[in-house]
């Protein structure tokens, strides 16, 4: 891109002067990003849009986006040409860091979908986001006296100079009850230094009638703002649960406006090309993120058979356009819907869906196995497998898991639609933004490919030992600014030279933040005790939010907070242990977490964690795996061998066969200090007025299914191995093995992934 460094500074004065009436001299930091990010839009949108041909559209209800102003630059290849005209007028692109993330997601599966969109556009591949406008995002977590704190996330408060509102798009989307107004707002997704654009439109609901001046006066007021109040607010909130599913109405509605609104535009837009929508396979293919999207396809029908196909041509349709994603094997996070509730509020679409599970009886399919609804229950995965051309898991484990077991009738059935596709990362943010040394150490050695070709990262191998001190510089560093970060956003310092032990990842039972936790009071209480007498300096970072009604998870939060108020409150552990739990990790903080640690803990049970982005992340910059053979881990060994990982723990088939005799009041008999450290829950060592400690031990001991997730069972490994790791730390070899990591991470670009899904899947170029 061409970069005129007076016009740009003109164009950001001109428009400081116009909708702030400030100046580059007065400007606050507000003002400022908005106008230095318009003066980009206007250098950076294309006059024209894109050109013909088949677009995939990738249907998902988050997009964790996290800051766009940055990597909106560095895809533009103007990072350096504004922040070099910012210093010429006195200031910095460093002030933008105040502004505040796009977090319409909860975790990975959200973070995904924003990755996927940056790489399908580096790699010139024409993808489309559709999602929800939330209002809130994600909410804002503090720690109050240990506990979560939670509040909204007014995330447009700093505006929103990266979108462009498209009333003219606009539809209208019914439920039985109400009509409500979709209006679009579009967010360009700029492809790394290629010129190329894609789009995610995101939609806002709106009342449908404007504003009845005479109904108002005729004292109706009231009921008027109340309808708007009703409509409005279905986007007013990101749910904030991560792999689980909450039956609540509202819910319901945000997805079925999703995908309404979002099929509607589409095919207005494919009859405006005068397409025949029997053929809408040719021009469209349409991706689920997980179930959440799911409604698309009754609705499709539904649509397709307002302008005139049959049930059958409209069925035909929907099976060529759609594949499924799915996310997850656990029961608790299926999404399931009451049919009566779901044709309450969508009897159209309802009637769709009977019509496929009529479809799928008169196909012949066993209606013991083979069901969409049953026992007035709309089970929305099997609709999706049912109709979709393909279905994938985000791991080669996690699909395998998908064929022999949570699917495998399914499979059975209809073995041509189960493709695996492995979960990836753009090294754009992920690399390029967040560790700029690096990459410039890398650059140094092999030139600047590996930037839309991370395979070549292999090139480095040979320059793995000419590379470690500039690594260990470099790493040096990061940790320094992570430190200086958390001393003034935690109030805790952190030595850098302390090594940093992170997990970082939103707070679930199944990843086993429990686990973590009980090592360091096993550690703690050894060191305590004597019996540990060399334990080298190491800082235990957390970071993680909980979904607000997930009580366990919330009590693992209050735990950890306890556990770090002991042992940063103990001088006599001072020089060796520091535990700290940042708040309101998001996307940002991420990006200063993973260029500065030097253990990434991927701790999940066995079979839990369907694929994990995050140990990718670290594995790109340079860290080595504590970790289960869980979902990409498996990869991760295979990539870099698993001697340059720390592996433990009991494998997916072990877990089934530990589980059908398992005592986990035996392994606290048999390991005193363990069973210390689990009686800290109970025993008064911290305060727990709301008994939410009490019952995390009993989740771990006495509850029906106690440990339900092997915590006790896979302790005495884990600390194993944890300190094997903790005494190879500094060595050579270790350092070798940081880098090996970094340099065999070039399958976990999301790259690599979209162009998966382009060739096996959508059928695009
Ligand atoms: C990458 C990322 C995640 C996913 O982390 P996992 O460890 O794979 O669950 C969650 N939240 C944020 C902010 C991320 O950047």
Redesign the pocket.
Known sequence: MKFDKKKFTEETERILRAEFGSDLRSADTRELYNAVSKAVMRIALPAAPSGEGKRGAYFSAEF?MGRAIFSNLLNLGLLEDVQSALKSVGESLNRFEEVEDAALGN??LG?LAACYLESAATMDIPLDGYGIRYRYGLFKQTFVDGYQHEEGDDWTRWGDPWSIPVERDAVIVEFADRKVKAVPCDMPIFGYRNGVVNNLRLWSSEPVKPFDFNTFNEMKGERIAQENYDVTKICDVLYPNDNTMVGKMLRLRQQYFLVSASLQDILRKEKAKEHDLRELYRYRCFQLNDTHPVLAIPELLRLLEREGLCFEEAFEVASKCFNFTNHTIMAEALEKWDALALSDILPDVYKEIVRCQQKLESDGLDRGQFYIIRDNVVHMANLAIFVSKKVNGVAEIHTEILKKDTFANWYGAFPEKFVNVTNGVTPRRWLLLNNPKMAKLIDSRIGTEWHTDLGQLEALRPHIDGMRASFRKIKRENKERLAAYIKAHEGIELPPDFIFDVQV??LHEYKRQLLNALSILYFYFGIKEGEINSFPPTAFLFGAKAAPGYYNAKAIIKFINEIARLVNSDEEVADRMKVVFVQN???SY?EKIVCAADISEQISMAGMEAS????M?FMLNGTVTLGTLDGANVEICREAGEENEYIFGATVEEVAAIKRFYCPREILEGDPRLKRAVRTLIDGTFPDEKGMLRKLYESLITDYDADRYLVLYDFADYIRVKQQLLHDYGTKEFERKCLVNLVSAGKFSADRSVKEYAQKIWDLQ
């Open positions: 964790l975790g990975g973070r990842k939103r990790y998001n996307v991420a994990g982005t995050s140990n992340k």
